[in-house]
Nanobody, 126 residues
């Protein structure tokens, strides 16, 4: 069972920056693709960014492109989401998700990810 634990959420002012981290307890960490999703109350879990197992492909939602950066450290079994120029509409619970498959690929649908963290709240407000 792959377990993911997010950290780094909290309150940040508009225009500020924040870094989310996700620790994964998977020995085959370098064989799984990872992604970040976010969800607001009453809303669906929306794709934010993803990265393939070897880190050579990253994908971003249009709403965060140019402001967020995803990275992974296969030696430490972690994936990070660096967020900058934050806006109030970035407020959400952020989830880390993982998937394994024959071919590395960033999938944007939440249904493709069987393993999820518990989520961390990010609130952007003055």
């Amino acid at each position: 069972q792959v377990q993911l634990v997010e950290s780094g959420g909290g309150l940040v002012q508009p225009g500020g920056s924040q870094v989310l981290s996700c620790a994964v307890n998977e020995d085959a960490f370098d064989a799984i693709d990872l992604a970040w999703f976010r969800q607001i109350p009453g809303g669906e879990r929306d794709f934010v960014s993803g990265i393939t197992r070897n880190g050579d492909t990253t994908v971003y939602a249009d709403s965060v492109k140019g402001r967020f950066t995803i990275s992974r450290d296969n030696a430490k079994n972690t994936v990070q989401l660096e967020m900058s120029a934050l806006k109030p509409e970035d407020t959400a619970v952020y989830y880390c998700a993982a998937r394994s498959s024959l071919h590395p690929r960033v999938r944007q649908g939440s249904e493709h990810y069987p393993w999820w963290g518990q989520g961390t709240q990010v609130t952007v407000s003055a």
